[in-house]
């Protein structure tokens, strides 16, 4: 609040965690395909894979392709135009409209975690039930959606961080597996 210098008692320090973070991510199902979806807090813009939004017949909102000027002001031409799509349901019930920017590639791969051992230490923690669905793994694809603050309805909220300082995130849509549980920050795992 002040900006002053305070001595504070060690106990009191949430230490940083020394282990590499990941993203908030899910994979989610849009229509047929299973797709890779990047919460991306950074973003102002939701992206799709054209491809992918092809194949699945997505709304063409324009065929127009874009330039997009990524962080660090570097500009980057899109070969897709934009397209709108629902996502959903919520927990209550509602439906989700995003328009996504279509692009050629919207990330490069991610490595594929198994997430036994992080299921398993959330599950011990007992601040969950132990009948929740989790997800079984994360990663292992480019990602197909990237879903920015452009919708912030969609955004994952933070439940709670486990010991090993990772963030078990609700999200409001269901994952191929049945859950709407999703990781993300730092975990040996990763």
Known sequence: QTGEVVNIHRSKI????????????Q???????PCLCFYDRGANLNLIDGELAEKEELQIVTSRPSVLTV????????EYGTYRTVLGPTENGEY?????????RVTGGFSKYPLEDINKEMLSSGLMGK????????GGDRVGLLIGLKSV?????LMFC??????????PFLDIFGSRVAYGGPHQVF
């Open 14 to 25: 949430v230490i940083e965690s020394r282990e590499a973070p990941f993203y908030i991510m």
């Open 162 to 171: 486990l010991p090993s300082g990772l963030g078990v995130y609700k999200s």
């Open 96 to 104: 989700m409209e995003i328009t996504c920017q279509g692009i050629t």
């Open 131 to 138: 009948d929740i669905l989790l997800p079984e793994y994360i």
């Open 27 to 33: 994979w989610i199902m849009l229509g047929s395909s």
């Open 71 to 78: 962080a660090g002001g570097r500009e980057v031409g899109t």
């Open 153 to 157: 309805q969609t955004d994952p909220v």
